[in-house]
């Protein structure tokens, strides 16, 4: 009997290339852990043998209880926070529920924003037509809500330098977000615009509270989102960590 069409359209083909970049300990004590992920490494192992090299099964060589309290997508580098137990993974769990945590975000996006800032206020859906994608959809969407505000503009390539703060965690939320606000993330292949590649290695003129300067940008076909903050009460002895992981763009 052959499978059902719908099933057939959900099957995740992506193989992800070889990830030369090394996961980062920021912090780590006996109950958890602070790491910067590398762009272009999976969170977890996908069901596909070829992609079994991921954040979690890199980190279990050396700390084997570890497990994964969120995910950061293939392409978006940064902070993640790790438990090292199943009872830490359970109390933290009950923090990203609460949305006691704050997190923060940096990413390029194409062409310049108009507005200093603001709140994107979309529901998002999956689209089961368009799998791994997701749409904009009103009547079956979850709440999804992200505030911005703009770091810089560029005109070299023509980008906004933003700081996202996602009140929701949505699958592919900021990037979604930013397609809806007209100016993708730069590197996004999958809600991004015609026109959006970033060259290698750029300078770029820089417009902010300081005049004009100079920014270096490096690209190689990532995707211009990075984690940078990341706030939560620690799970054991309730001391409020804040910390910053620099955006390496």
């Not at 997701?134 to 390539?157: D, F, M, N, W």
């Not at 211009?224 to 910053?244: N, Q, S, V, Y």
């Amino acid at each position: 009997m052959s499978a059902p069409t719908d099933s057939l359209a959900k099957v995740d083909t992506f193989i992800a290339p070889p990830c030369e970049g090394q996961i980062k300990i920021l912090y780590q004590d006996s109950d958890i852990l602070l790491i910067d992920k590398p762009s272009g490494l999976l969170s977890l192992s996908g069901k596909n043998p070829l992609n079994l090299d991921s954040v979690h099964y890199r980190l279990v060589q050396d700390f084997p209880s570890a497990t994964l309290v969120h995910r950061l997508d293939f392409g978006t580098s940064g902070i993640m926070l790790v438990a090292r137990s199943k009872t830490v993974n359970g109390l933290l769990t009950k923090q990203f529920q609460a949305r006691t945590l704050e997190k923060r975000y940096t990413a390029l996006l194409h062409g310049h924003v108009a507005a200093d800032s603001g709140v994107i206020n979309l529901p998002i859906a999956k689209d089961i037509e368009h799998f791994p994608l997701q749409k904009i959809c009103h009547s079956t969407g979850k709440a999804a809500i992200s505030e911005y505000r703009v770091l810089e503009r560029l005109s070299e390539p023509f980008a906004t330098r933003v700081e996202f703060t996602p009140v929701s965690g949505r699958t592919h939320q900021l990037r979604l977000h930013s397609q809806q606000l007209g100016h993708s993330i730069l590197g996004c292949d999958l809600y991004g615009g015609v026109g959006e590649k970033v060259a290698d290695t750029v300078y770029a003129d820089t417009v902010d509270a300081h005049g004009l300067g100079t920014t270096k940008i490096t690209n190689h076909s990532r995707l211009m989102l990075h984690a940078t903050r990341l706030a939560f009460d620690h799970p054991i002895t309730g001391e409020r960590i804040d910390w910053i992981c620099d955006c390496p763009f």
